[in-house]
């Protein structure tokens, strides 16, 4: 009765992520500790909440289509123009903008099994065909992404760095060295959701007008803002002015821009919420290691704890945990899942996932 | 050096709409009037504002994908189910990803000609073929519409009613009986922004469930939260369940749901602002006979001024109401570019406009 064009009537109804508003309905009661998205529960600035509230009698304007003044305080925090920089309602929708512009149908695009199912997605919700290589070590694998990449013809190379989820990262110098094996049509996606909390030396030093790389950000992860939708894209001008033919143009929210100028320019509070990451990623092995779960090293704002069994075993315990009240979330494939995937949050939550992780792990 | 997918790479570089705090930096000063964007200087219901402000210190945490109360309440408010109803952030961003879903390359979409260039934009954008049919006595013409469709073998069809950007509507019966005489094929995209200042008689009885068309409504408009990005479609639960397969998940502001949650609850603050808005439009016709511009017919919170002139009229008139600090905007194409279109809005801004129409058009 209804009529759908080829490629969405080709594509499955299911989606990527459940929300844990809808497991606490399920569950007919909240969760105590939310622990499963990645969230920032150490929460936004201060002086970014101060601003919104201030804003949202004016919430009757639309938001400024260009993003003006956020666009140019962040060209100006990044030293690269304006023009290299596009802001959107987060990563999520950059991601299918880009893959729109990108990748026509039949196009190859090359990711690793187990990374960010959003993007892949985005890519089958384009007509776009995935080919996937293994993780290495738990991390992201850039030499196979390469050699995929070449082999298929691919027209994206996504990368997590650092990576999600499993939290590993590669050093700069390493993803500098991708762009100059990167095959000549090839794009590589570099999701940097993560950038803020990594170590000195993981984050590269790419030429914002380098055309062979188009860099992800965020204001959902360190800056603690993910139900703002404030995400942002730096890249060759001319790729970032692709965006303006087919983004929705009043799509950003005017109160969500004024929250995110006002969180870049607190930079206390950032340094503050990593201090707090890290604090809150060692608390989270050391729980761990008291129940035999060995944390893998990470530099985002969660912690992979490797049970040493296997998917239905994790998933069991995800389940375990919810039943406690604990929302955590695990990879979706094999070896990766053998892990859960624990956010960073603050200690009230990190107590309750404490003496939740033994009763659960008890109960398996 | 960049390289674009097919369709992308055949779209043009330009904008359906340059925003106000942009003409702004062009001039080096804000405007005195915000009348340009059909945006509602009423504001917010209090209430809504409220919500909004308590919830801001929780952007930390991603809105619910479902959008699950706000849905619910809004299945209730209009009678139908949940699974008829669909949230997207604004009508915009719902235009593009129904477009999406139901336009391959090549397919015919029938509009008018000067009718909502975002939609236009979105077909283009899709790969989609535009055939418009010109308006009739200052409306959009179903029999023409109707005629065309079927000759061009539509895929869609958009109906704004009541319309912008001249302010004109039909009554609901017209549009019921549009439905039967649609081609088997088509859909009927109803944009229905307007809907809640029109009057009794203008919304027509549409079963949910009726596959043969689907409807937008927003908080943008009546509800004056147009920064928010809130909007909705009320049609058959296949087609709702088909934007599931391509829509940004995470893409609703937390913050954004709230407030409109509490907005919809708030119907005494929407009676007063309908109330407002009529008398506005009737003191904007009022400004415009002193100045001999004949006031359009509105069910809108706009109306549209005839110049009795052309279009090369028109435009310098809004360029010397911007001179003037005034923001309205005008109709795209010939013959409806001879109005300027002045939306609704506080009597403050009314006083403004009231000074300035004159001398604008004395300097012409």
Redesign the interface.
């Known amino acids: ?8 009537a080709g ?3 299911t ?3 459940v ?1 844990p ?2 497991l606490e ?1 399920q569950a007919g009661r909240p969760f105590a500790a ?1 622990l499963g ?1 990645n ?6 600035s201060p002086r970014a ?1 101060a601003a ?2 201030a804003a ?11 993003s ?1 003044d956020l666009t140019h305080a962040l060209a100006a925090h990044h030293r690269v123009r304006p023009e290299n920089i596009i802001l959107g ?2 990563i ?2 950059l991601l ?1 903008l880009l893959v ?5 149908p039949g ?1 190859v695009v090359v990711t690793s099994e187990g990374a960010y199912p ?1 993007f892949n997605f985005h890519v089958a ?1 384009f007509g776009g065909v995935l080919d996937k290589v293994p993780y290495r070590d738990n991390a992201e694998d850039p030499r196979a992404l390469l050699d995929r990449a070449r082999d298929a013809g691919a027209r994206l190379v996504y990368l997590a760095n650092p990576d999600n989820p499993m939290g590993s990262w590669h050093n700069g110098a390493v993803i500098e060295a991708m762009l100059d094996r990167l095959p000549e ?1 090839a794009l590589l996606v570099l999701d940097e959701a993560y950038a803020e909390f990594a170590p000195a030396g993981a984050i590269p030093a790419i030429a914002a007008d380098d ?1 062979r790389v188009i860099r992800m950000r965020t204001f ?1 992860k360190a800056y ?6 404030v995400g942002y894209a730096i890249g ?1 001008p ?2 970032i ?2 965006f ?3 983004r ?9 821009q004024i ?1 995110a100028l006002a969180a870049l320019q607190d930079r206390d509070w950032l340094a503050h919420v990593v201090a707090r990451v890290d604090a809150a990623r060692r608390r989270i092995a050391s729980i761990g290691a008291e129940s035999r779960l060995t944390a893998l090293p990470s530099a985002t704002n969660f912690v992979a704890l490797d049970t040493h069994r296997d998917g239905a075993f994790a998933r069991r315990l995800v389940d375990a945990l919810a039943a406690e009240r604990v929302f955590v979330r695990m990879p979706g494939v094999a070896p990766l899942d053998r892990c859960i995937r624990v956010s960073c949050g603050p200690d009230p939550e990190l107590d309750i996932l404490a003496q939740a992780l033994p009763h659960a792990l008890s109960r398996l």
């Open positions: 009765m209804i009529r759908l064009a080829p490629i969405p594509l499955p109804a989606v990527p992520f929300g508003e809808t309905r939310r998205a969230e920032n529960g150490f929460g936004p909440v919104m509230q949202a009698g004016e919430v009757w304007k639309y938001g400024d289509p260009t003006h309602e987060g999520d929708g299918g729109r512009l990108t990748v026509a196009d959003t919700g049509n055309p959902s603690g803002m993910a139900g703002a939708r060759h001319d790729l002015a692709a303006d033919r087919v929705n143009h009043f799509g950003m929210n005017r109160v969500s929250g």
